[in-house]
């Protein structure tokens, strides 16, 4: 059975920091499009990152550039998402998706949505 398990979301003031995990099971990651989406009460689904398992690309969104780094793990099947400087604004739950033998811009405007996803883990960025 393919899962995607995310983990590390929680309650962060603004400017900290928190690392998310996304495990795969059920299948291994191949020349896939692996990224992370967000979905915030009343606004729009927004990938926010993405990265090649090819090649190892990345991609960000505007709104994150220069904030967030995604990476790969090296010998388990699983990326992070690693967020500094949080704003209130990056609250939201965050997700996981793999677009299979895909391209990063695609999974990141969700256009063709995607092959698997996981349930999220909540990010709220407060005071």
């Known amino acids: 059975e393919v899962e995607l398990v995310e983990s590390g979301g929680g309650l962060v003031q603004p400017g900290g920091s928190l690392r998310l995990s996304c495990a795969a099971s059920?299948?291994?990651?191949?020349?896939?499009?692996i990224g992370w989406y967000r979905q915030a009460p009343g606004k729009e689904r927004e990938g926010v990152s993405c990265?090649?398992?090819?090649?190892?690309?990345?991609y960000y969104s505007d709104s994150v550039k220069g904030r967030f780094t995604i990476s790969r793990g090296d010998a388990e099947n699983a990326v992070y998402l690693q967020m500094n400087s949080l704003k209130p604004e990056d609250t939201a739950v965050y997700h996981c998706?793999?677009?299979?033998?895909?391209?990063?811009?695609?999974?990141?405007?969700?256009?063709?949505?995607?092959?698997?996803w996981g349930q999220g883990t909540q990010v709220t960025v407060s005071s």
């Open positions: 059920g299948f291994t990651f191949d020349d896939d499009a």
């Open positions: 998706a793999v677009l299979r033998r895909g391209a990063c811009p695609l999974l990141l405007l969700g256009v063709l949505g995607y092959d698997y």
């Open positions: 990265i090649h398992n090819s090649d190892g690309r990345t």
